[in-house]
């Protein structure tokens, strides 16, 4: 069958680069952008543009929407939603899931479908090998639309809660932001003893390929909650952390980051689990009141 028409909303580098993955191939595409001049070149490439939010709603039946944040959805749509009634919106702007909750219930209120969406490359590969997007929503929805959301990379269908995909983008974020963050933070502590970044990131790079080795039964741990001491136990990681934290402090760096982590290390000692594992943290974190 013929593809889908598709609109997007929202061209920034991201939008810009769903546009370009539909045009590629073959999708009939309407983009539209609070800013105009930024679907010059799409529509250069042969997309429709549309003048209005409303225009933008009535030229497709799926609407892909990548914005700053779900506000602008409802900044754009609001004032059509007369519109909406039939349509697929398919949201792959970040935000967080209690807001992908309440734009599923507006969609519902409005005769419309809601599809949320966290995408989990960056613009450049959007629809090339290896992409994929996490989606939540109705199963009947993802899978009427499949091939339609194939096109931005593989779909990831995490379960009907609309603020499913949008916690699991989250939750890769935190994993993926606190990596880097630490990165450039280790980077800073060798650098006050004068050691330049590039002789330390090929050991930066061979740690972070070892995690899986160090993450091994944390899975196991976590789901039973029960912490047995694997020959790293938690008062030895803390005393670590009380140093480094102290290094940063004397090398006059921003001790943020590993003061933040020696506090989760203080409090389980405190609380009395020192002799377990140092996955004893994840209860920490669950409970900020032990
Ligand atoms: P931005 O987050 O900068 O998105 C910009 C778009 O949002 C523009 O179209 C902008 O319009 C529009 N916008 C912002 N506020 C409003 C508003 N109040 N009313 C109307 N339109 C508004 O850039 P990206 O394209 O990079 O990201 C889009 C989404 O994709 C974000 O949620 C981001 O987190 C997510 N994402 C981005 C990745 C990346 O690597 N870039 C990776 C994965 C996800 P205007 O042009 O008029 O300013």
Redesign the pocket.
């Known amino acids: 069958s013929d593809p889908t028409p598709v609109t997007v909303i929202?061209?920034?580098?991201?939008?810009q680069a769903m546009a370009r993955a539909y045009l590629d191939r073959g999708h009939p595409t309407t983009v539209f952008?609070?800013?105009p001049s930024?679907a010059d070149a799409l529509v250069a490439e042969g997309a429709k543009r549309a003048e209005t939010a409303a225009g933008a709603l009535d030229a497709s039946p799926v609407i892909v929407l990548?914005?700053?944040?779900y506000?602008?959805m409802y900044?754009?749509l609001g004032p059509g939603v007369d519109l909406l009634a039939g349509k697929t919106l398919v949201n792959?702007?970040?935000d967080t899931p209690s807001a992908s909750a309440r734009a599923a219930a507006w969609a519902a209120d409005h005769g419309a479908t809601f599809i949320t969406g966290?995408?989990?490359?960056?613009?450049p590969l959007v629809g090339k090998e290896g992409a994929y997007v996490f989606y939540s929503g109705p199963s009947e929805a993802v899978e009427r639309h499949r091939s339609t959301l194939e096109v931005l990379g593989r779909v990831d269908y995490r379960g009907d809660a609309p603020e499913l995909a949008q916690v699991w983008y989250q939750a890769m974020l935190d994993l993926f932001m606190t990596i880097l963050a630490s990165t450039s933070h280790a980077a800073a502590l060798v650098g006050s003893a004068g050691v330049p970044a590039k002789d330390f990131f090929p050991y930066a790079e061979e740690l972070i390929g070892q995690m899986p080795y160090f993450m091994q039964g944390m899975a196991d741990e976590i789901s039973s909650r029960s912490y047995p001491d694997q020959g790293g136990n938690t008062a030895m990681m803390a005393a670590g952390m009380e140093h480094i934290t102290d290094a940063t402090v004397e090398a006059g760096l921003d001790p943020g980051l590993p003061a933040a982590v020696r506090d989760l290390y203080r409090r389980a000692i405190a609380v009395g689990r020192g002799a377990e594992s140092s996955t004893v943290l994840y209860e920490m974190i669950v409970d900020p009141a032990a």
């Open positions: 929202g061209l920034g580098p991201m939008g952008n609070r800013t930024r990548s914005l700053t944040h506000q602008a900044d754009l792959l702007s970040s966290g995408v989990m490359v960056n613009p």
